[in-house]
């Protein structure tokens, strides 16, 4: 029988999908689905495959509960999407990312360390390195240093240090993938692309930070999961490798294509005050992963935003009543301070 694989944040965007993806490429091995169903999680996500995993509701950062899950499925890989991840939340609430992101990370890990997992998989982001200048030829290495500028990417920069010395440490097998901005379907509609596109279906404004010519590096959710893949049954012990496409996008850019697939008007785009700490630009060299491992998207930036546009459009029932839980209003920043009357409760 194949060895079970447990994925953590598993109710959250990038989990749900990775569950799906995992289901449908390795049939043959069994799934746990750990989530401890915060605002962001929705088992909901989970649906296609309820019936073929196995959900346990519990937060990584109790390190007994996961000890518990681990050796009562007798699990030998992890993979860690479990995280706080909305910057802006970030800005309000620091203390919620660095319990998870950190702490959590390394109660996950001293889990796994007295469980026998003999896999670790962490998943992390660009945004550790900090911000590279808008006119840059440079791009970030595996190699590059870890100068995160913002609560959020500093929380997740601790988690990938704490990754690293578990594994240098006390031998615990481990690779670490640093990814660009995802999109794709189920995720929570608070970031900028199902933001925008559930504002623009309510004919409400597209809230566009003030910085308009900031740019992200995009990657289709799926091909992410693919990299993933690849890292898990062909990365080498405590090795990093980058996932991103080399396709930017400014924010504005986004929003005229959402717009455009929708056939709305441009007047529907308002500015507002950029959030502290907005990183200008961030882009990755992903060199490493198509070398070694043969990797590459399969999805373009332009076909898989407006396959997600649509599949929010034709999928209203999943995301109208996510609204009433979004965290923080974008448009209320207030000259780089805190929202006035953004949080839902």
């Given at each position: 029988m194949a060895p079970t694989i447990a994925v953590t944040g598993a109710a959250g965007f990038i989990g749900s999908n990775f569950v799906r993806y995992w289901r449908s490429a390795h049939p043959e091995q069994a799934i746990v689905a750990v989530d401890a169903l915060t605002y962001a999680g929705n088992v909901r996500n989970l649906d296609e495959v309820r019936a073929e995993i196995v959900f346990e509701q519990a937060d990584i950062a109790d390190e007994e509960a996961m000890t518990r899950i681990l050796r009562g499925h007798r699990v030998d890989t992890v993979v860690n999407f479990a995280a706080e991840t909305h910057n802006s939340l970030a800005v309000l609430e620091p203390a919620r990312f660095f319990r998870t992101n950190v702490l959590g990370t390394q109660a996950l890990l001293e889990a796994c360390r007295r469980a026998g997992v003999s896999r670790f998989h962490q998943v992390s982001t660009c945004e550790v390195y900090g911000d590279l200048a808008l006119d840059s030829p440079e791009s970030f290495t595996e190699s590059s240093p870890y100068r995160p500028r913002t609560p959020y990417s500093a929380s997740?920069?601790?988690?990938?240090?704490?990754?690293?010395?578990?594994?240098?440490?006390?031998?615990?097998?481990?690779?670490?993938?640093?990814?660009?901005?995802?999109?794709?379907?189920?995720?929570?509609?608070?970031?900028?692309?199902?933001?925008?596109?559930?504002?623009?279906?309510?004919?409400?404004?597209?809230?566009?930070?003030?910085?308009?010519?900031?740019?992200?590096?995009?990657?289709?959710?799926?091909?992410?999961?693919?990299?993933?893949?690849?890292?898990?049954?062909?990365?080498?012990?405590?090795?990093?490798?980058?996932?991103?496409?080399?396709?930017?996008?400014?924010?504005?850019?986004?929003?005229?294509?959402?717009?455009?697939?929708?056939?709305?008007?441009?007047?529907l785009k308002t500015l507002v005050p950029d959030r502290p700490g907005h990183d200008r630009r961030y882009l990755l060299d992903t060199g490493k992963l198509r070398r070694t491992l043969g990797w590459a998207p399969q999805v373009s930036f332009e076909q898989g935003v407006r396959e997600t546009i649509r599949w929010y459009r034709n999928n209203r029932a999943w995301w109208e009543p996510l609204l009433a839980h979004r965290r923080i209003a974008e448009e209320s920043w207030q000259g780089g301070q805190e929202p006035t009357g953004a949080l839902a409760g």
């Open positions: 997740k920069a601790g988690g990938d240090h704490v990754v690293r010395c578990y594994h240098t440490t006390f031998g615990l097998p481990v690779t670490i993938s640093n990814c660009a901005n995802n999109y794709g379907p189920y995720q929570f509609p608070e970031k900028v692309l199902p933001l925008f596109i559930t504002n623009a279906l309510a004919g409400l404004p597209l809230p566009l930070y003030a910085s308009t010519g900031n740019r992200r590096e995009w990657i289709s959710v799926i091909d992410h999961c693919r990299a993933i893949d690849l890292i898990l049954t062909r990365g080498e012990i405590g090795e990093t490798y980058h996932v991103g496409t080399g396709e930017e996008a400014t924010i504005e850019e986004i929003a005229d294509l959402v717009l455009d697939e929708l056939g709305l008007p441009a007047t």
